[in-house]
Nanobody
Framework: QGQLVESGGGSVQAGGSLRLSCAAS????????MGWFRQAPGKEREFVAAISWSGSNLYYVDSMKGRFTISRDNAKNTVYLQMTSLKPEDTAVYYCAAGRQKDGTWYLRESMYDYWGQGTQVTVSS
């Protein structure tokens, strides 16, 4: 059984930065696409970014492009989300997920992922 554990969340002021990590264990996720989602209070969980197993394909929500950077280190079985220029509206619980590669824009849909972490809270104050 695979397990994903997020870390790196916390409280920052607007304009600050955080780097989230997602450590995988129990199996090798090097052949999985890894994604980050977030869920703000009272809202549905939404896609943030994804990275293919090789790291050659990156996918972002347009509103986060340029502020967030997803990366992975397959040797460490870890995926990262570097977040800069944070805004209060970025406040949410951030989740990482792993899914097998499929055709099309499957990575946008949380139902297409096989493994999920428990989430890490990010709070951005104005």
């Amino acid at each position: 059984q695979g397990q994903l554990v997020e870390s790196g969340g916390g409280s920052v002021q607007a304009g600050g930065s955080l780097r989230l990590s997602c450590a995988a264990s129990g199996r090798t996720f090097s052949r999985y696409t890894m994604g980050w989602f977030r869920q703000a209070p009272g809202k549905e969980r939404e896609f943030v970014a994804a990275i293919s197993w090789s790291g050659s394909n990156l996918y972002y929500v347009d509103s986060m492009k340029g502020r967030f950077t997803i990366s992975r280190d397959n040797a460490k079985n870890t995926v990262y989300l570097q977040m800069t220029s944070l805004k209060p509206e970025d406040t949410a619980v951030y989740y990482c997920a792993a899914g097998r590669q499929k055709d099309g824009t499957w990575y946008l849909r949380e139902s297409m992922y096989d493994y999920w972490g428990q989430g890490t809270q990010v709070t951005v104050s104005s």
